[in-house]
């Protein structure tokens, strides 16, 4: 049975709201406390709570704002209402965390039907009205494979001159890698295939280099306050993750503050490098690139994918000359042990989205610069035994016909090593659905 929390210090509306609710098939938990609110919420981890925000004591905002903070309660629907309906009184319930803001004397019909157009009995917080598409095959598709900065132009047609965005579809979730400039025709595409429905949408960042990010304040469902976006990752080294978006919407770079944008926005710092996104099941892990990168990996029941954009092998950044002889076997023992780490996260993976920037000669003079050489992916992707490789994050001085040649160069790659690896380089539009194998009757 669906649970729902009221808190509200008005007695006769709290059992009004119990009888209504009740009748409709939800379990109802009620309160006139704040305080007490917060401990039952824990308590009873409801699929929706409404808060009433000028209660005596603990007030609503503050009640809403401590349930933000409560990981264990993330996936609730927080619905803040206040017999106040000035617009700053609204936009003070959202900022505190609440993701609607109803007007007393409630509509209860209109209010029963918003509660269960976006929850679910399972529990999951931020689910709109989701649609049949929904539930497709699971599949990738790419909107920007580019690294560094974006480079449209001739020379750039067949690969897509965009910078790191890529789209998953699975278990009824619409999951976006990193937001590079790609993002923003992922966003127009979106809107066109969801036209007048709301969107629950996942934005996983590997990290915040700017060609990682640099999209987002142009993704046009990010305007749209009928859409939920949660935002997951780490913040910089300095910066937390709802910091580093907003500093590069700051007044002189943009003319629209994130605080601005209309779409509901939670941003979420991992705590956890193995969490769930509905049904996806995913694993973080730490890449060796500069500042604070991961890679992630997503679990399904068709098929698993992993995004590791930025990414150089442990062993090449370890030059024996520059290390000291008696640490030299260390260092040498501490880089293998970091690549096992990633060839066991990257294990069996059906689809491996890798750094695969340089070619051979280019990285002998990039070493360090937290990428990858095609040679170096290939043999990563063998060793994990990867079943499809594609070859991401190229760089801006590379042109179709150099990007055809790399890729025919890692294709030869692996026929030499025959683990029978597909090998491709990604291209904007390119889709890859993922296939449940079907074991043979005996």
């Not at 009184?89 to 918003?114: C, H, I």
């Not at 979106?190 to 007048?196: K, R, T, V, Y």
């Not at 610069?369 to 070859?391: E, M, N, P, T």
């Amino acid at each position: 049975m669906k649970t729902i929390l009221v808190i509200d210090d008005d007695a006769q509306l709290r059992s009004i709201l119990s009888t209504f609710l009740q009748h409709r098939g939800w379990e109802v938990v009620e309160t006139g406390d704040g305080d007490q609110g917060l401990e039952l919420a824990r308590k009873h981890l409801p699929q929706v709570i409404l808060c009433d925000l000028l209660m005596p004591g603990t007030n609503g905002f503050r009640v809403c704002s401590a349930i933000r903070d409560d990981d264990s309660l993330r996936y609730s629907l927080l619905v803040a209402m206040s017999g106040k309906g000035f617009e700053d009184t609204r936009q003070s319930a959202l900022e505190a965390g609440a993701d609607e803001f109803l007007v007393k004397p409630l509509d209860l019909e209109n209010f029963v039907s918003l509660v269960d157009g976006m929850s679910t009995p399972g529990g999951a917080r931020h689910r709109p009205v989701q649609t049949a598409a929904m539930d497709g095959p699971v599949f990738i598709r790419f909107w920007g494979v580019r690294g560094s900065i974006p480079v449209p132009g001739p020379d750039t047609v067949r690969y897509g001159g965009n910078t790191a965005c890529v789209e998953f579809r699975g278990e009824e979730e619409i999951i976006i890698l990193d937001s590079g400039s790609g993002i923003r025709p992922l966003g127009h595409a979106l809107e066109a295939e969801f036209a007048g429905k709301a969107l629950n949408l996942t934005l996983l960042l590997t990290h915040s280099h700017w060609d990682h990010i640099q999209g987002f304040p142009f993704f046009r469902p990010a305007y749209d306050a009928a859409n939920h976006l949660q935002i997951l990752g780490l913040g910089g080294t300095r910066e937390g993750l709802a910091g580093i978006f907003s500093a590069q919407m700051e007044s002189p770079y943009f003319p629209i503050g994130l605080a601005e944008l209309p779409s509901h926005l939670a941003f979420e710092e991992l705590r956890s490098m193995e969490f769930d996104v509905g049904r996806v099941k995913v694993q973080a892990a730490f890449a060796n690139h500069p500042g604070v990168c991961v890679g992630y990996r997503l679990n399904t029941s068709t098929g698993s994918v992993a995004f590791l954009p930025d990414h150089e092998p442990f062993h090449r950044t370890r030059n024996p000359h520059t290390v000291p002889d008696v640490l030299r076997d260390r260092a040498r023992d501490f880089a293998r042990s970091e690549d096992e780490k990633i060839i066991r996260f990257l294990e069996g993976v059906d689809v491996l989205i890798l750094d695969a920037q340089f070619d051979a000669d280019e990285y002998a003079h990039r070493t360090g610069w937290g990428h990858s050489s095609v040679d170096d992916a290939v043999d990563l992707a063998i060793r994990a035994r990867v079943k499809r490789l594609f070859l991401f994050h190229h760089d801006p001085a590379h042109n179709d016909d150099k990007m055809d040649q790399m890729a025919a160069h890692a294709r030869k790659l692996a026929a030499r090593l025959g683990q029978g690896l597909e090998v491709e380089a990604a291209r904007e539009g390119l889709k890859c659905e993922l296939k449940r194998e079907v074991q043979p009757r005996r």
